[in-house]
């Protein structure tokens, strides 16, 4: 059987679209169409089911891409390991929230460079658009809070982030924790919010999980929106009002006493962090020593 025509199937039955794999083999969509319909010819079989959106493999589909996908990954690792032994110099193309990228990602891969490595980065906020970067084939790895759905993607999880109420000294003076404790956010009343964005993702989902309620109609509109974290904390700062955080980005400023946890919940909003390739890629070998050295790195975040 054909080589060629089992690593179009694959990619096929992984991307669940002719149209997602014909980008990521580099081919037309016509030529990934005839492609399978050889292999089903060949077979005397179908393998996939033509649905309104992509497609979706049939059992017989099913049982052979559970057959041929290990082997075909163990030859491209075999292939790599060969390109790798000739000094080959892999780029490796990241993607995802600038914060998180900055001080965790970052720092953690840059060791990578000079053995191999380049790295190449795109600062991307919105998960969706990360995603679908990485089924196009534009990103080898991203990081995302977003769990990805699907055969395509692979996801690992890195770590939980808690989030922090805090807002400068000043604010934090004026706020009296009993009445926090008994009377929920009312208690906070006339201090500005700064958020990351005007629909306030970061205070509905801190509100929801502590106070059980949402932001009242006073608090629909923030003072302050800045697309960045660290323009968010810079801000909260200088006295520009409270925000929700992430705890490894204001752990310094708590630390100093630059901002003040307003409370200390006994459950505090956590998000969970994913490394996501795409499904086989990790057959690559200096995808997945960034992937292996990032999951090490992530235990002690």
Same mark, same amino acid.
């Not at 706020?175 to 005007?198: C, F, M, S, T």
């Given at each position: ?9 694959? /990619?096929? $039955?992984?991307?669940?679209?002719? =149209?997602? *794999?014909?980008?990521?083999? +580099? %081919?037309?969509?016509? !030529? &990934? ?80 460079v000079g053995q191999g490595?380049?790295?190449?980065v795109a600062l991307q ?10 089924? /196009?084939? $534009?990103?080898?790895?991203?990081? =995302?809070? *977003?769990?990805?759905?699907? +055969? %395509?993607?692979?996801? !690992? &999880? ?102 003040? /946890? ?40």
């Amino acid at each position: 059987m054909d080589l060629a025509l089992l690593r179009t199937f694959v /990619a096929v $039955h992984r991307a669940g679209s002719f =149209t997602r *794999a014909a980008a990521l083999l +580099g %081919l037309s969509q016509p !030529a &990934v169409t005839s492609q399978i319909r050889t292999l089903e010819r060949q077979l005397g079989r179908p393998l996939f089911l033509r649905r309104a959106r992509g497609v979706t493999p049939t059992a017989v589909g099913d049982e052979l891409a559970h057959q041929a996908a290990p082997h075909l990954d163990a030859l491209l690792r075999i292939t790599e390991a060969g390109r790798e032994a000739a000094g080959a110099v892999r780029t490796l193309h990241l993607a995802g929230p600038p914060e998180f990228l900055c001080l965790r990602v970052l720092p953690a891969l840059a060791p990578l460079v000079g053995q191999g490595h380049t790295l190449r980065v795109a600062l991307q906020a919105d998960a969706e658009e990360t995603l679908d970067g990485l089924a /196009a084939g $534009h990103h080898d790895l991203v990081v =995302t809070t *977003a769990r990805p759905r699907g +055969g %395509l993607f692979s996801a !690992a &999880v890195l770590c939980d982030e808690e989030h922090v109420l805090v807002a400068a000294p000043y604010w934090a003076a004026l706020v009296d924790q009993e009445h926090l404790r008994e009377e929920g956010p009312a208690a906070l009343d006339g201090i500005p919010l700064v958020e990351v964005h005007e629909t306030l993702p970061l205070v509905t989902r801190y509100w929801a999980t502590v106070f059980d309620t949402r932001p009242d109609a006073g608090r629909a509109t923030a003072s302050v929106v800045a697309p960045d974290l660290r323009a968010v904390l810079e801000s909260v700062q200088a006295g520009a009002g409270l925000a929700v955080l992430p705890r490894y980005l204001c752990q310094e400023a708590l630390a100093e006493g630059r901002v003040v /946890a307003l409370a200390d919940p006994p459950v505090p909003p956590l998000r969970t962090w994913f490394a996501v390739v795409r499904t086989g890629s990790l057959a690559l070998a200096h995808l997945a020593r960034a992937h292996d050295r990032l999951l090490h790195a992530a235990t002690l975040w």
